[in-house]
Every structure is written in structure tokens, then in C-alpha cells.
């Protein structure tokens, strides 16, 4: 069992930075460990990850402007997002696949707008 707690999100101007955090409640490989988001009426789609052997991927609207980073020594996950814009606005989810499990956190809902 592992649990994924997620924080950071809120209100922030069109431009503005945020950056989310994903403690997870165990020591655990952060590989194959993410984050994915869901706007209002869409389904929930892939952010960026760390997919194995320390490579990252991200989805092409996030390029350049989000960065995800992680402390091993913490269990924590870590999303730089910068230059936002209002199509960011979405509830973000940490996501751990471990073995045939997939673990998600609660949820932080980030919201650009002016």
C-alpha cells in the first residue's frame, strides 16, 4: 500500500508559477511515477512522468514550461510549473504504478485565472 498525498495547488494568475509536491508514505523507486490532471468535462490525461532510468516525459503543452523533479531521500514527487495559462486550470493527480497496482493521490486543484 501506498499512499500519495498531494499539495501546492491554487489560484494564480495567467503567467504566474506554481509548484505542486507528492509525498508519497513509504520509501519507493520513483520511476514509473507521475502526474496527470483532469479539467472539468475532460478525461484525466498525463502531465509528466519519470518512466524508467531516470528519462522523463512530458505532454506536448507542458513542454518548456512544467518540470517535474523528485528527493529520493524525502519520497517526494515534484512539479515546477511555470508560464501558466488558463488552460492549465485542472485537478492534478500524482500517479505510482508499482507492480500490477496503480496508486493515485487526492487530488490539488490548480486554477489560472484573472
Known amino acids: 500500500q501506498v499512499l500519495l498525498v498531494e499539495s501546492g495547488g491554487g489560484l494564480v494568475q495567467p503567467g504566474g508559477s506554481l509548484r505542486l509536491s507528492c509525498a508519497a508514505s513509504?520509501?519507493?523507486?520513483?520511476?514509473?511515477m507521475g502526474w496527470y490532471r483532469q479539467a472539468p468535462g475532460k478525461q484525466r490525461e498525463l502531465v509528466a512522468a519519470f518512466t524508467g532510468g531516470g528519462l522523463t516525459n512530458y505532454t506536448d503543452s507542458v513542454k518548456g514550461r512544467f518540470t517535474i523533479s523528485r528527493d529520493i531521500a524525502k519520497n517526494t514527487l515534484y512539479l515546477q510549473m511555470n508560464s501558466l495559462k488558463p488552460e492549465d486550470t485542472a485537478v492534478y493527480y500524482c500517479?505510482?504504478?508499482?507492480?500490477?497496482?496503480?496508486?493515485w493521490g487526492q487530488g490539488t486543484q490548480v486554477t489560472v485565472s484573472s
Open positions: 513509504r520509501s519507493i523507486f520513483v520511476d514509473h
Open positions: 500517479n505510482k504504478v508499482l507492480g500490477p497496482y496503480n496508486y
